[in-house]
Structures are given as structure tokens and as C-alpha cells.
């Protein structure tokens, strides 16, 4: 057993140093410990619905959005995919240098069945690299629009799970910003976003509850909680999405009411298609 107790029963060190998690003589820093952290629970929420899909599907697809340097899929890949004959990652990533060094790693960990691809989610909906349907679709920290993007990938694919945790959601708060002198003529609720602070923390908070409508309106039942402690990351929340094919009514509309609501009508297109 580990020393180290953020390390998995099994889980490969070499891959914990070659994501430099781990130092080359097997230690672990303060920092270090937090992305383990992170991702090793993240993992304990997407473990039982891979177990799910394999007991269902036979097999499955997932692909991670926004990979950056796939801490993600590689985790995955060692402590559930590696133990399987089946199943693929793919990893989606706009950055050519980071899907060349994660091609590297997989081929020299043998993790054969992982494809890296250097795509914007416009080319990734409709790239022959990717199968038709995607029975998971990952984005861990895909910073602003990317997660939006990896939700409109999702719909394309017909994915059964959803698992995003948002990071620095800008453009609902630079919406907010660039109206606010007609919001507060126009509605008394502009004095929540009336300071900077409050305009940033607002239009993120704003940005999930308006993705939570836009999943529920096609069919997703949602989990929404913390990912760890605030001390590990304040980007923080995480959204499991189960597709049921059960709408929620009013999901839609209420949607549309709260953009209209708070003078960003601008970003229907966004958020509604």
C-alpha cells in the first residue's frame, strides 16, 4: 500500500510522475496533493456511472473536453479502462503542444486505447475521429465558453452523462457588466450584481443556474454539488447530468424569462438552440 494516502490502491505511480503530480523521487507537494485531490474525487463521481454504461451498453466511449494536459482521462484510463478489453477516451484539445505530449505519454504507458485530437468543438461535433455517440462527456475546468461548448458537443452526441465542473465563467458577467447603467433603470435586481465583485460572483453563479435550465429542458436529471473543500479550489461545483429523456416543463421558459428578466436577452442564442 502507498504511503501517500491520496494514492488509489493500484494506481500507477509512473503516471503520477509523468503528470508531475508526483515528484521523481515520489513525493508529493502541497499543490500536488490538491489536483490528486481534485481529481481522484471527481473520479469517485464518475466511476459508478461508468459501471453503469459497461453494465448496460457493453462497452463505452467517453471524451473529455478541454483535456488540457488530460490529467482527467489518463486517471480514468488507469483506474477503470486499463482493467477492460473495451471501452475508448477521447481526449478534445485546441492546444497542438498538449495533444502531442499526451499522444507521447499514452503510447509509452501503453494506454492503447486513448486518441488525443486537436479540435475546437465545432470541428470535434462532426470529426470522423470521433464515433456518432459519446456515452460520456467530461470537462473538468474548461474555462469560460468551453463548457458551454462541451454541453453543445454532448447534445450532438446523445450522451447519456454529462460531468462538468465550470471554471472562470466570463461572458454572462461581461454581459451584465456592459448593460448594467440600462439594468438599473430598468429592474431593481441589478443592485445584486451593482459592485465588481458582486458582478463577477453573480454572473458565475448565474452562468451554472442558466446551464442547469439548459440541460433540464433537454431531458437531463442533474446533480449539482460541491466537487471537494473550498480550501482545494474555489472553482468548485460540479454538475453530474443523467439524460432521462424527461423534460422539465418549464425549463425552457423560465430560462428565457430569467435572461429577459435581467437584460441579457442577447445571450439567448447561447444558452437556447
Not at 489518463?74 to 478534445?92: A, C, M, P
Not at 446551464?211 to 471537494?228: D, K, N, P
Request: with cysteine; charged share 25%; aromatic share 8%.
Amino acid at each position: 500500500m502507498s504511503p501517500i494516502p491520496e494514492i488509489r490502491p493500484g494506481q500507477s505511480i509512473e503516471l503520477l510522475k509523468e503528470l508531475h503530480i508526483l515528484t521523481r523521487d515520489g513525493k508529493l507537494n502541497q499543490d500536488s496533493r490538491r489536483k490528486l485531490k481534485q481529481v481522484n474525487h471527481l473520479f469517485h463521481f464518475i466511476e459508478p456511472l461508468l459501471a453503469e454504461l459497461v453494465a448496460s451498453e457493453g462497452s463505452l466511449t467517453l471524451a473529455d473536453h478541454g483535456a488540457g494536459k488530460s490529467y482527467l482521462g489518463f486517471i480514468l484510463y488507469d483506474l477503470f479502462f486499463k482493467h477492460r478489453d473495451d471501452g475508448h477516451i477521447y481526449g478534445v484539445e485546441t492546444r497542438p503542444e498538449l495533444v502531442d505530449r499526451a499522444r507521447e505519454l499514452a503510447s509509452r504507458l501503453g494506454f492503447a486505447r486513448m486518441s488525443f485530437l486537436n479540435l475546437c468543438v465545432e470541428n470535434a461535433i462532426d470529426s470522423p475521429a470521433l464515433p456518432e455517440q459519446i456515452d460520456l462527456v467530461t470537462a473538468l475546468h474548461a474555462c469560460d465558453t468551453a463548457t458551454d461548448d462541451a454541453i453543445r458537443f454532448a447534445f450532438h452526441k446523445h450522451a447519456r452523462f454529462i460531468v462538468l465542473v465550470p471554471c472562470c465563467q466570463a461572458e454572462v458577467a461581461a454581459q451584465l457588466r456592459h448593460n448594467k447603467n440600462e439594468s438599473f433603470a430598468r429592474t431593481p435586481l441589478s443592485e445584486i450584481w451593482r459592485h465588481p465583485l458582486h458582478t463577477r460572483e453573480f454572473g458565475s453563479q448565474l452562468t451554472n443556474a442558466l446551464r442547469c435550465l439548459q440541460l433540464e429542458a433537454r431531458g437531463y436529471q442533474l446533480q449539482v454539488t460541491e466537487l471537494v473543500g473550498w480550501e482545494h479550489s474555489l472553482k468548485n461545483e460540479l454538475i453530474v447530468a443523467r439524460h432521462t429523456g424527461q423534460v422539465r416543463g418549464n425549463a425552457a421558459s423560465r430560462l428565457e424569462q430569467i435572461l429577459h428578466e435581467l437584460n441579457l436577452d442577447e445571450l439567448h442564442d447561447r444558452f437556447i438552440y
